[in-house]
Every structure is written in structure tokens, then in C-alpha cells.
């Protein structure tokens, strides 16, 4: 049997020893809280084997008797509380694991449980863990299935092992350097760098290693991760643009190698904060409070010593966007700091299509890089496994080689001067100096940080993968666009999907809001007329949802209302109450609106020229749509509940999630405090466990005669009963049915003495 052969069986057999020992407590907790509570007890029996094996030179934990492993499953039966106070020994015995297990409670998972705990921990202790080889090794290979697995989306726990691999590559650390990943989950690139100076250098001396992790569940697997690899490193736990950790002398910590993968186009990343900076952190500029990319790059840039080289996994969006963004591109490349861009493949990042860039930033170029950026173009290395794209060791070799030799390559590579970039308002698309002669151009971005759909073929798979990110009700209307070829029946899809939009998100809004009749009336007397209601129309969704996000937007603004906000809507973050009160997209929603007015009003013939200059018109208001919406629906689960029951004060529920259009009704196992109602739509914040009972202006149901599952919206109140409309299919596009919910939300939004 080869080594190659031998180590992917040992890997399936750690990652079977996880998923069965979580399928065990399946339909008590989440999965992502079933892998935490698992892996914690994975890590404890794996450190108190080779603790007590004493066959690695790099052991340094201290594991009492009475706090290993082996005490856990002697003498009495195990109980959670047993397990608590365990890891609470292990914790007060080892400084560098304080507060691994802190936000954990075995006690509590025995009692949701019961005997499976003792099932599960009978599980975990067949597997004699410090036997399988190159154990560490695998645990790492672990978080990369696990990641991919679960659904984490973007980089938000874990990098792909061979993205990190290439970002460490580029950054080329070498043994003495010190090296920081600031926003580092669960410790991938850290553990790749020390991997690449070892194999790369027979000094003893190694890297330095820093870390910043915000989410505390992450930090610990972090921890834990270089825990097993024998590395010494300082992780911090906290907000790295908020609260930076790694300081010194009231100081940011300068490194000579930072590489970093941040959440993309975080909103409400800290603007408010970094006006008055202490670190001064934005000499190059405010970035938008929409889109936190430029403010993590300028930390990167901060903690940079002198000679120092960063690599940043970036989206496409702060490469071309306008206004702030722009200013701060401009900076940066007058100051000679960006030294390359490399343009990767669409589905690197787990759980997302969003198609991702690598930013090379280099405060000592060499002389011959002096006043030039580097662009690499290799959006068709990978190779593509279902909906996940991979890099393999030759892409690695390629993209590393074309960097290092700074020299064009027809199409895929090429040095363009800053004066060039310059003529090109500093938008740094790829596209706009790289062409592939033998493809069509895959993304072409306009000055205004829109590009043409028609030109950039966004009917492509990358497109496809984010509709499938999308709630069903507005991913079905673009799954049907993207069947079509006629311009006409085209531009009439994307008007569907904009009022639709403008329902959805409205229907939200004023779903959350009514939840709480007290804080409804109080807060939100008087946006809403009538007249809104009598006949739903695209105008009338905008007003409502336009003035509502208003003062929305307002409350934000307030420390004493902002909780209260949040709260309203599900209680776990701001992503969708950010989303959903978003001015610019209320903007791009009055525009379709304006643009379907004056068109339908036009008389006479249309031509196909005409219907193809509309098309393309509602295209270029599409993808500013996507670059506001992007993954940002992730935050939330639109769901269609079946079946639930009660135990423990939580309601475990089987529901259907609503998202997408290949499985649009996959189950799924949810906690909630309340019960849910079958027949009603819900949202539910991810994390959380409060339901939002969305208010009967959209509908999942059979069409009578077709029979087929189609999403529905309110039209209007008819004498014969409720008007629905759908643009999914054209048979029984239009509905009418008895519908008293609809007549009831109608008197809640509405009360009599409304005018």
C-alpha cells in the first residue's frame, strides 16, 4: 500500500470516528455545535495519548491524572458534568488552553441527550488516535471536510488547505521571520507557513507565529489545531479592526510576513471607529461602512514591518469598485505598495461561488518591480469536483512561478506600468489589461464598478452558483432567466425578479417589525397608507420598503434602539437588517421601477435592437444588485417547517429550507424557542433560535392543475378572494383563493383608523 493510499485511509477513518460519533446526536443540536462538542473530545483523548505515551519531544502539555482521557472513562459512568470539570482541570494546568472550553457545557448536552453521550464517548475511545500516523496532519486535512461538509461559507472558519498553501507560497517566509494571520480561524495558513520554512530551510529556527481569531468556537479549534502540530504561537480572541490583540508598547505588533484571508464585503465593519483610529491604520482612506475589504487591508499594511510582504484573499469588488474604495486604490498604488494581482478561479472558498483575487502587497519591491503591478490570470487552473474547485500542486507551481519571474505571458500574465492604471481610474480588474484570446472575456467592469452581463457571459456557472445562495422565491425567477435566449422575455424576467425583490425583502421588514405589536406601533405609526395595499404594485413595494428602511437605517444609527433593532430581527447579527435597510439597493429598485414605467408606456413597435439595449440596461442594474446582496442572505434561513418537537425548553423542528433552485427543499434539523407553524413561511437568523413567522404576502404551494411547488406573491384583495401571482411558470401564472390570513395581516399593518 502506497503512503499516499495509507494516509487518505487514515483520514477517512478520522473523519468517520467524527461523523458518527455527531450522527449519534443528530436531531438533538445543530451540526455545526455537534462537530465543536465532538472535536473538543477528540483533542483531549488524542493529547492525553501521547502525553502519557510520551513519544514526541514537542509534548508540553501538563495533563493531571485526574484530568486525562482515561479518568474520564474510569469508575463511575461519565456525565457531562464530569466532562466539564475535566476540561476545567485541564484549562487551570495549562496556561495556553485557558478558555479553550469556556462556552462549552457537556452537563447540558447529557441532559438534551441522554445515553448517546455515553455512546459517543465509547465511540471516540475505540480509535487509538496517537497510532494513526501523521496525526496532526490529518486533524488539519479534518477542518478542511468538516468545512466543507457543514456549509461554512467563505473563509469565515477555514481556508481550503491549498489556497492557504499558495497564499503561504507567495508570502515566502523564511526560518526567524515573524508571521501574523490576523483574521486566522482555525489556523490553516499559521500551520502552512511553519510547513513551507521546514520544508523549505534545514535551519532549526522557525517562524514566529500571531493570530487573531473574533469568533471564540474558532479560536479554540485554532488553539487547539497547533496544539496538536507542536507549535508555540500567540492567538488572541477578538474583533482585529475593532480591537486589535497584538500589540505591544501601545503599539500594532509589526511582522514581517502577514497574509490573511478576511470576510469579503463585511458590512458594519467598525466605520465608526476608524475616524478616530489610535493606530492610524487609514492614512489611505475611510472604506465604505458597506464594505470592510479595504479596512483589512490596511491592518495588513499597518502590521507590516518595513520590509514587509502581505497577501490578502480578497473578492473582486474592492479591485473595482468606485467612490471611497477607488480613492483608497489610488493611495496604495501611488505609494508602490501593491506588487501583484492574481486572478483565481470561480467555488475556491467553501459554501460560496463568489470568485476571489489574490492581493500581493510588498513595502520593499525590488528595483525592476518598482512603479509596476503584476497581473496573473488563472481563472482556469483548478480542477472542478461537483461545486467546489480545487487547486492542485501544479496550479501552485504555475501561479508561484508566473509571479516570481515578473515576466508577460500572452493572455495570462503581463506587468502594466502605474501610469497605465492610472489612464484606467486605478480599477484594477484583470480583465481590463488581460485578455484570453481564445475565450470570450469572462468579467468586464465598467468605471461605474458595473459590468456588461451580455459581454461577461454572467449567465456562466459562477452566476449560476449564486442564484443558488439565493432564497427560492428570487432564485427561481433567475433560474428562469437564465433559461431564456429571447432579449424580450429576458428583460420581462429580471422586471419579475426586481418587484419581486422589492416584495421579499419588504415582506421581511414588516414581518420582523410586526412581530412585537408594541414595538410596531410605537416605532413605525403612520409610514404605512392604504392606498399601498389596495392593488400591489412594484411603486407601492419600493415606497413601503424605501420609507421603512429609512428608519430602519435611523435606529441603527442610535446605541439605545440599535439592540432593540437587531433583536427584532432574529437577535444574532446586523448582516440582514443591513441588508434589508440598504439605501443603494432601495435606489436600484426605484430605477427598475422607473425604467419598466417609461418602457411600458412606449408606444409602437420594440425592435430586437431596442429589446437588447434594455436588456442590457437591467443587466448592469442586476450586477450592482449582486454586488449589494452577494452572500449576505447566508445570515438567514428561509424555511418551511414539517414536523417539531418539544424537549429541554428548545423545539427541535425538521423544516424545509427555502433556498435555490437544484434543492430548494432540502430538510434540515432546527432549534427554536417557539413553536413554528406548518403552513407559514419562517426566517430564522443562522446561530439563532428565534423563528420569524413572515407575514402572508408570499406563498410556497401547489398550483391547482400542475401540482407543481411554486412561490406565490400577494397581488391584490379581489371580491372572489386573494389575487397570486407567480413568475416561476406560465401555466397558472395567476391565481385567485380564499385567503383570510392575508385579510388579517392587511388589518394588522392597517388598523381601521388608518386613512
Known amino acids: 500500500m502506497s503512503n499516499d493510499t495509507k494516509a487518505n485511509n487514515d483520514s477517512r477513518t478520522l473523519e468517520k470516528v467524527l461523523w458518527n460519533s455527531m450522527s449519534l446526536l443528530r436531531g438533538s443540536l445543530s451540526q455545526i455545535e455537534l462537530f465543536n462538542y465532538v472535536l473538543s473530545l477528540i483533542f483531549l483523548k488524542y493529547i492525553s495519548e501521547v502525553t502519557n505515551q510520551s513519544q514526541r519531544e514537542d509534548v508540553r502539555f501538563e495533563i493531571p491524572a485526574e484530568a486525562s482521557w482515561l479518568s474520564l472513562m474510569s469508575g463511575v459512568e461519565p456525565t457531562g458534568k464530569k466532562i466539564n ?10 496556561p495556553e488552553m485557558r478558555g479553550l472550553f469556556s462556552d462549552l457545557d457537556y452537563e447540558r448536552i447529557h441532559r438534551v441527550t441522554g445515553n448517546k453521550l455515553m455512546e459517543l464517548l465509547e465511540g471516540v475511545d475505540q480509535i487509538e488516535l496517537h497510532k494513526i500516523p501523521h496525526f496532526p496532519y490529518l486533524f488539519d486535512c479534518l477542518l478542511d471536510w468538516t468545512a466543507d461538509t457543514l456549509g461554512y461559507r467563505g473563509g469565515e472558519f477555514r481556508t481550503p488547505k491549498m489556497l492557504s498553501d499558495l497564499v503561504v ?15 486566522c480561524g482555525s489556523g490553516g495558513m499559521l500551520i502552512a507557513a511553519d510547513t513551507f520554512v521546514k520544508e523549505q530551510s534545514s535551519d532549526s529556527n522557525t517562524v514566529q507565529l500571531y493570530g487573531q481569531e473574533k469568533n471564540i468556537r474558532t479560536w479554540a479549534i485554532c488553539k487547539m489545531n497547533l496544539l496538536i502540530h507542536g507549535l508555540d504561537a500567540r492567538i488572541e480572541l477578538g474583533d482585529t479592526l475593532r480591537e486589535p490583540q497584538l500589540i505591544g508598547n501601545e503599539s500594532l505588533l509589526r511582522f514581517d510576513r502577514v497574509f490573511s484571508n478576511p470576510p469579503m464585503s463585511l458590512r458594519d465593519w467598525g466605520q465608526e471607529f476608524a475616524q478616530h483610529d489610535v493606530f492610524g491604520r487609514y492614512k489611505y482612506g475611510i472604506p465604505p461602512k458597506s464594505s470592510g ?3 483589512f487591508i490596511q491592518h495588513v499594511i499597518s502590521t507590516l514591518s518595513d520590509a514587509g510582504k502581505g497577501v490578502v484573499v480578497i473578492s473582486r469588488g474592492p479591485l473595482v469598485r468606485s467612490g471611497p474604495e477607488q480613492r483608497i486604490r489610488e493611495r496604495l498604488i ?34 525592476n518591480r518598482q512603479r509596476k503591478v503584476l497581473f496573473i490570470n488563472a481563472t482556469k487552473r483548478g480542477i472542478k469536483e461537483r461545486s467546489q474547485t480545487y487547486l492542485d500542486a501544479d496550479d501552485l507551481e504555475w501561479i508561484d512561478r508566473a509571479y516570481k519571474s515578473f515576466t508577460q505571458s500572452r493572455g495570462l500574465v503581463k506587468v502594466v506600468g502605474v501610469n497605465l492604471i492610472a489612464g484606467q481610474n486605478y480599477n484594477l480588474d484583470i480583465e481590463r489589461y488581460l485578455e484570453d484570446e481564445e475565450t470570450p472575456v469572462l468579467v468586464r467592469f465598467l468605471d461605474d464598478a458595473c459590468f456588461s ?39 420581462n424576467s429580471l422586471f419579475h425578479f426586481f418587484e419581486a425583490l422589492s416584495q421579499f425583502n419588504t415582506t421581511l421588514i414588516l414581518s420582523a ?9 410605537s416605532k413605525f405609526s403612520g409610514i404605512i397608507t392604504k392606498d399601498v395595499f389596495t392593488t400591489s404594485s412594484f411603486g407601492g413595494w419600493n415606497l413601503v420598503g424605501i420609507r421603512l428602511a429609512s428608519k430602519i437605517r435611523k435606529m441603527m444609527k442610535t446605541e439605545s434602539t440599535q439592540q432593540e433593532c437587531i433583536s427584532i430581527f432574529g ?12 439605501a443603494e439597493l432601495g435606489k436600484i429598485l426605484q430605477e427598475a421601477a422607473k425604467l419598466r414605467n417609461r418602457w411600458l408606456g412606449h408606444s409602437g413597435a420594440v425592435t430586437k435592437a431596442e429589446y437588447s439595449r434594455r436588456l442590457l440596461s437591467l443587466e448592469g442594474l442586476l450586477v450592482k444588485t449582486r454586488m449589494i446582496l452577494e452572500d449576505e442572505y447566508s445570515s438567514m434561513i428561509l424555511i418551511l417547517p414539517d414536523t417539531g418537537r418539544y424537549k429541554g425548553g428548545l423545539f427541535y423542528n425538521i423544516v424545509k429550507e427555502v433556498r435555490g433552485t437544484r434543492t430548494p427543499f432540502r430538510e434540515i434539523l432546527l432549534e427554536t424557542i417557539s413553536p413554528l407553524e406548518s403552513d407559514s413561511l419562517h426566517i430564522v437568523a443562522v446561530g439563532g433560535n428565534i423563528s420569524i413567522k413572515l407575514l402572508p404576502f408570499l406563498r410556497i ?55
Open 334 to 367: 501611488k505609494e508602490d505598495i501593491i506588487e501583484s494581482v492574481i486572478a483565481l478561479p470561480p467555488n475556491l472558498l467553501y459554501g460560496t461561488a463568489i470568485q476571489c483575487a489574490v492581493l500581493v502587497l510588498n513595502k520593499a519591491k525590488p528595483k
Open 571 to 582: 437577535g444574532v447579527d446586523n448582516r440582514i437588517v443591513n441588508l434589508l435597510s440598504d
Open 701 to 755: 404551494m401547489h398550483s391547482p392543475e400542475t401540482e407543481r411547488n411554486t412561490c406565490y406573491f400577494y397581488n391584490r384583495v379581489e371580491p372572489e378572494g386573494v389575487r397570486w401571482i407567480t413568475y416561476q411558470f406560465q401555466e397558472e401564472s395567476e391565481l385567485t383563493l380564499p385567503d383570510e390570513d392575508v385579510e388579517a395581516a392587511l388589518d394588522l399593518l392597517l388598523p381601521s383608523n388608518t386613512n
Open 85 to 94: 470539570n475535566i476540561l476545567n482541570k485541564l484549562e487551570d494546568s495549562n
Open 513 to 521: 417589525i410586526t412581530s412585537n405589536s408594541e414595538f410596531y406601533s
Open 169 to 183: 507560497q507567495l508570502a515566502s517566509p523564511e526560518p526567524g521571520m515573524t508571521v501574523c494571520d490576523p483574521t
Open 453 to 491: 452581463v451580455a459581454e461577461a457571459e454572467i449567465s456562466g456557472n459562477e452566476f449560476e452558483q449564486w442564484i443558488e445562495g439565493l432564497p427560492y422565491p428570487l432564485a427561481s425567477i433567475l433560474w428562469s432567466y437564465t433559461s431564456m435566449m429571447d432579449a424580450q422575455q429576458k428583460t
Open 293 to 295: 475589504d479595504f479596512a
